[in-house]
């Protein structure tokens, strides 16, 4: 929005490409003895500003990119242990697990361009996540390189080793130092995957009926669950609207209004996914679903990594397009989904520009669900960043102030940094900031970021 706005774009004084960990190990050496400030990059998807090329208080700012530093390095196929360079992207990591007939079955919606030292980095959530864990779920050990030193973790399945140093690196956001190599939890690859549609009369209906499934141990891999705006919105932009008039009809016939559409995604051979099918769609009829067979389920997998391309294209036709997410209990799920919208509606319509507020369940858990929140309305020309801030602002107060949390799997990058000490107080701030000051003393890594 910054370029398009015609404020420029930020870049960094230098790239570098270091191919092996010890390059990487040099390259914060030289950065810290030089007082330059080092932005780690994996992918660049990040939507939160995370590899913006701040310089902080240093005179110069290195953009450390990984894309040398790819490929799998360890398999235990008999553990089910994977270790991978940093840079190595979504496709790679299945292409070189699925030669081998295996799976991460971590799939983020910019899978085809983020990394593994990236997810991890940022604790990612893929879309079948529900099924398979977030990539904190899945991240066993890492390695990573700091200007103090390296920090490595073991490949044990479980530890009572005091507080956890794995923890500390998923999620630090390249602020402690530089992951070089992840060993991840691999499985089987499925034999087959299934995603099926349901209709729910309205998103309450839809989120019982969510609660139900993974309360009952039922949950699918995937599950996905758009309210009542989303519905209407994937409906009437349908590239099959014979099909889709067809299933207005059928769900009319069927005495329900269009509502709410789910996808329900299960892997697995063809004995195991009809026998989790079966007992899925018993609890789910239990709240009014009407099965709506496998077409649009596979509609939204032909099309899954294609929404970023089409924000772009919104962007540059004078559309403020973003989205962002959080997580809390079932028990606040309805009335943060209905504050946050209201929020982001009041926001950009007190701006005076037409506007769009779309929201989906994206991960269930036993004790709750995230919600995902795209927000369309006309560009305000001259004040794009303003009426995006504004919009921001209003959605994060909140989520903060209903203790839902600030990013549910983007990360806190540049823009959540202003509500993060009211999700994890000030004292642990001030513990999370000690502890970069002493694996960072100098304070080079990705400046302005997370601890800012
Ligand atoms: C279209 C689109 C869809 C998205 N969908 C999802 C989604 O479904 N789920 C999800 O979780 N996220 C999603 N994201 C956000 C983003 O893709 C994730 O945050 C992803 O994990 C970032 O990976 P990356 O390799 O691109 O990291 P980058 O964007 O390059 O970096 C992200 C942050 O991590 C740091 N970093 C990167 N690599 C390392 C490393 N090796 N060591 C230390 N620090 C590092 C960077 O400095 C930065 O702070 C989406 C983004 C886009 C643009």
Redesign the pocket.
Same mark, same amino acid.
């Given at each position: 929005m910054r370029l398009r706005s015609g404020r420029g774009l930020r870049a960094p004084d230098v790239v570098v490409y270091p191919g092996t960990h010890d390059e990487v190990a040099a390259v914060l050496a030289l950065c810290a003895q030089e007082w330059v400030a080092v932005?780690?990059?994996?992918?660049?998807?990040?939507?939160v500003g995370?590899?913006e090329p701040l310089r902080g208080s240093f005179g110069a700012a290195v953009t450390l990119d990984?894309a040398r530093l790819t490929g799998l390095s360890a398999l235990d196929p008999h553990s089910q242990l994977a270790t991978f360079a940093?840079g190595t992207t979504g496709p790679d990591v299945e292409r070189l697990l699925g030669a081998r007939g295996l799976t991460l079955g971590h799939f983020?919606? +910019?899978f085809e361009? +983020?990394?593994v030292?990236?997810?991890a980095?940022?604790r990612? %959530?893929?879309?079948a996540s529900t099924g398979y864990g977030r990539i904190d779920a899945l991240v066993v050990a890492l390695r990573?390189a700091t200007p103090s030193g390296d920090l490595a973790t073991l490949a044990a399945p479980a530890s009572a080793a005091g507080p956890s140093v794995r923890e500390l690196l998923l999620g +630090?956001? /390249?602020v402690l130092?530089?992951?070089?190599e992840v060993t991840l939890r691999v499985r089987p690859r499925p034999a087959e995957q299934r995603y099926d549609a349901y209709s729910l009369p309205r998103f309450a209906a839809g989120t019982e009926a969510l609660r139900a499934l993974v309360q009952a141990g039922a949950a699918p891999d995937l599950a996905r669950l758009s309210d009542e705006e989303e519905t209407r919105i994937s409906l009437a932009l349908s590239a099959r609207p014979v099909a889709t008039r067809a299933l207005r009809a059928y769900i009319r016939g069927r005495g329900q209004r269009p509502g709410c559409l789910a996808i329900l995604g299960f892997d697995g051979d063809r004995g195991q996914i009809a026998q989790r099918r079966a007992r899925a769609r018993s609890i789910l009829r239990r709240h009014g679903t009407i099965a709506l067979g496998p077409a649009p389920g596979a509609a939204w997998a032909k099309g899954r990594f294609h929404? %970023?391309y089409v924000?772009d294209e919104l962007l540059s036709r004078g559309v403020l397009v973003d989205t962002l997410e959080t997580a809390t209990s079932w028990t606040a799920l309805g009335g943060l989904h209905r504050d946050v919208g209201m929020a982001l509606r009041d926001a950009l319509a007190r701006r005076g520009a037409p506007t769009l507020v779309m929201c989906h369940v994206s991960h269930v858990y036993p004790t709750g669900a995230s919600l995902y929140f795209t927000f369309l309305a006309r560009q305000q020309a001259g004040a794009e960043l303003e009426q995006w801030q504004a919009a921001k602002t209003a959605a994060s107060e909140v989520i903060t102030g209903a203790a839902a949390t600030i990013t549910h &799997? &983007? /990360?806190v990058?540049t823009d959540h940094l202003p509500w993060l000490a009211t999700e994890v107080g000030e004292v642990g701030l001030a513990a999370l900031r000690a502890v970069k000051a002493q694996v960072d003393a100098a304070g080079i890594m990705?400046p302005g970021?997370l601890l800012a």
């Open positions: 932005i780690p990059f994996g992918g660049g998807t990040s939507v995370g590899v990984l940093a983020p919606q +910019s361009f +983020s990394t030292g990236g997810w980095a940022t990612s %959530a893929g879309q990573a +630090s956001e /390249g130092g530089v992951i070089t929404g %970023a924000r &799997h &983007h /990360g990058g990705n970021k």
